[in-house]
């Protein structure tokens, strides 16, 4: 059978891109299409929208009144089905040809975030985003009845769908490349040169500097414990993030501006534990870090809640107060390294791959079946 794949726009990294790769590794034959790709040569793709050929294009917030018509106007494809990778609009994805009567399916990520959950994406608490939000909350739950079967990336997303979309799901959790994270790192010269300014043992806070990560929560930690911080990643909220830690942790916090995978993954061998406060969807780096034998600190909430085992690799924190963060550090400094790479197994690409080329041969199977009683 002949497959369409279908993401958002496509950026050089991200978790939904890592599962858009996977994907296309599973469905190696299929089309690719997304609103613009702009992954620098990570992805090839068999077509985008007429965004990319505008001044929007890369202009994700300016562009977001007009992606449901882009996604309604996609050229002609010969299709027996749909796959779209979706955490904003592109389960409305809509082709023209024997594409349009094919059966859609849904990887869903989340319903967007700053449109049904603004409480969780600082980005929908604005008066602009709550008008929209206002406005696009029907058209987007009418989409979504579109799909004969939609995948949600944790029980998290699952009950978000069912609240948003009105729609039963399947849980498939996203891949995670857990034998990468098994070998040693093999850091370069710049690297070395990195790590030799960091202390010997630390707690690590990485992803991206934006507020809703709450990264300010790993500070507090390291000062709970009396160990010091790292912070690894990059963004617009780095400028508060030092001096933050300058006014809280003087000398007692150090970043590293955009780390490569390898000195990603040295970090992860060093630290004590990976403190990770946001409420995700689900949450690849607390995989990745279990998967370095490193446990984890974070949240019950969200996708953290289901994939860390609570005194057995790692430890959850509810209110984040100075006792109950040194109790959590205690906690996973004595976390067994077997246990954490263990439980990081249950979210390998096989097992993802396994699951999802199942869940679409079911799904389009029985899309078909009422066709074939019918003739």
């Known amino acids: 059978m002949s497959g369409v794949l279908v993401h958002e726009w496509l950026s050089p990294r991200g978790g939904s891109e890592n599962v858009f790769e996977a994907l296309s590794r599973v469905f190696p034959d299929a089309a690719r299409y997304c609103l613009w790709n702009e992954s620098e040569g990570r992805f090839v793709v068999d077509g985008e929208t007429w965004l990319a050929r505008t001044p929007l294009r890369g202009r994700k917030a300016a562009a977001v009144g007009l992606m449901p018509l882009a996604w309604r106007t996609l050229p002609s494809v010969d299709a027996d089905w749909i796959l779209t990778s979706s955490h904003l609009f592109a389960h409305h994805a809509r082709f023209g040809g024997s594409g349009r009567g094919a059966p859609k399916l849904v990887y869903a990520h989340t319903p967007a975030r700053y449109i049904w959950n603004p409480e969780l994406d600082v ?106 911080v790292v912070l690894a990643g990059a963004g617009p ?18 970043f590293v501006r955009s780390p490569g995978a390898e000195l990603y993954r040295a970090l992860l061998q060093r630290c004590i534990a990976l ?13 990745e870090a279990m998967a370095a034998g490193r446990p984890v600190i974070a949240p019950a909430v969200g996708g953290t809640g289901e994939t860390i085992v609570d005194g057995s690799t790692g430890a959850f924190v509810e209110h984040w107060s100075r006792d109950e963060l040194r109790r959590a550090v ?31 041969a079911e799904s389009v199977d029985g899309a078909r079946q009422p066709e074939t009683r019918s003739v």
């Open 123 to 228: 980005r929908g608490d604005t008066f602009a985003a709550r008008t929209a939000a206002n406005m696009l909350k029907g058209l987007d739950r009418r989409r979504a009845q579109e799909p004969v079967a939609i995948a949600a990336n944790s029980v998290f997303v699952q009950k978000r769908i069912a609240q948003a979309w009105h729609r039963e799901s399947t849980v498939i959790h996203p891949p995670v490349d857990v034998t990468g994270f098994l070998r040693a790192p093999e850091p370069d010269e710049r690297d070395e040169a990195a790590l030799a300014l960091l202390p010997e043992t630390f707690l690590l806070g990485f992803s991206r500097f934006i507020p809703y990560k709450r990264l300010d929560l790993v500070i507090e930690a390291g000062i709970a414990a009396d160990v010091p």
């Open 237 to 254: 909220d780095e400028a508060r993030l030092r001096s933050f830690a300058e006014e809280r942790a003087p000398g007692r916090v150090f």
């Open 275 to 287: 403190v990770f406060p946001a409420v995700e969807d689900f949450g690849i780096v607390p995989v």
């Open 330 to 360: 205690e906690v996973a400094a004595g976390v067994s390294p077997e246990a954490c790479r263990t439980q990081a197994e249950k979210f390998s690409e096989a097992v993802f791959a396994d699951r999802i080329r199942e869940w679409v």
